[in-house]
């Protein structure tokens, strides 16, 4: 019997063993749904590193949601910054066609109080220089326009046109050294004649010592001469001197038109040959 057991202890032993383990896994299965020791282990071993796993995939998916809006937010940025330039854009050319309106208005409702033919011109150049002063505009002697012909703006005199071309015309101003306006003062009605003094300024040649002339004071066309019509603004009276000698004042004049931002003038056809 003795031997018998010894020859087959490996089988039996197996055979009890794989007993014992049917035996405690029918006690534990009612109790199935709780975790023995070893799984209590091994749960409480991977749960900090299945915490982390997931935290750190919640971390990377809040990055790249973060990336995504960051893009979206550029894309709306571009968007608006090119809505903002157009509307910029829209602004500046509306303002800008009113100042132009204005002017225009302006330039017309002095054409109607002139009872000769009138061209429109566009200022096209400008030669500013210490001893010649000139505009150049886009209108010639296919527009009727000569050499002598008045040249106006809504504010006032401007000046004359010289060298006239088929399609362009030279004007020289009041302020420039060889041109010569008969005028008067308004209020007074003194007489002298304006030339320029080359500085955007001119002065009052001829006025007589005794005349009543004061800072302030209008000067217009005086009408005499058969070029400038009567009546036409010219500039104001800005200093006023009288000498201990001679027969005549010093006279400064301020033009009423502003020559270096003009745009637009009126050219009279007519000169003193008419």
């Not at 009276?237 to 003038?265: A, C, D, W």
Request: aromatic share 6%.
């Amino acid at each position: 019997m003795l031997n018998l057991f010894k020859k087959h202890f490996l089988p039996i032993l197996a055979a009890v063993g794989i007993l014992a383990a049917l035996i405690t896994f029918s006690l534990n299965l009612t109790h199935s749904r709780e975790a023995n020791v070893v799984e209590r282990g091994i749960n409480s071993t991977l749960a900090p590193v299945q915490e982390k796993g997931l935290n750190g995939g919640g971390f990377f998916i809040r990055i790249w949601e973060n990336y995504i809006f960051l893009v979206n937010t550029k894309k709306e940025n571009s968007i608006l910054k090119e809505e903002v330039k157009k509307l910029n854009s829209t602004l500046v050319t509306a303002a800008e066609s009113m100042i132009e309106n204005e002017r225009l208005t302006k330039l017309l409702n002095l054409r109607k109080t002139i009872k000769e033919p009138t061209v429109s011109a566009m200022v096209i150049g400008e030669d500013v220089t210490p001893w010649f002063r000139t505009l150049t505009i886009d209108r010639g002697s296919t527009d009727g326009i000569k050499d002598g012909m008045p040249v106006l703006a809504a504010d006032g005199v401007v000046g004359q046109t010289v060298k006239v071309t088929s399609n362009s015309s030279r004007v020289l101003l009041l302020t420039d050294h060889a041109s010569g306006i008969a005028a008067m003062i308004q209020r007074s009605r003194a007489r002298g004649v304006v030339k320029g003094r080359g500085d955007n300024l001119c002065s009052l040649e001829f006025a007589m010592r005794g005349e009543d002339l004061q800072v302030g004071d209008s000067v217009i066309t005086s009408g005499i001469g058969g070029i400038f019509a009567k009546g036409l603004p010219i500039g104001e009276i800005t200093m006023v001197k009288k000498g201990e000698y001679g027969i005549f004042q010093t006279v400064t004049i301020r033009p009423t038109v502003n020559i270096s931002h003009l745009e637009e003038v009126l050219v009279v056809l007519h000169t003193m040959h008419d």
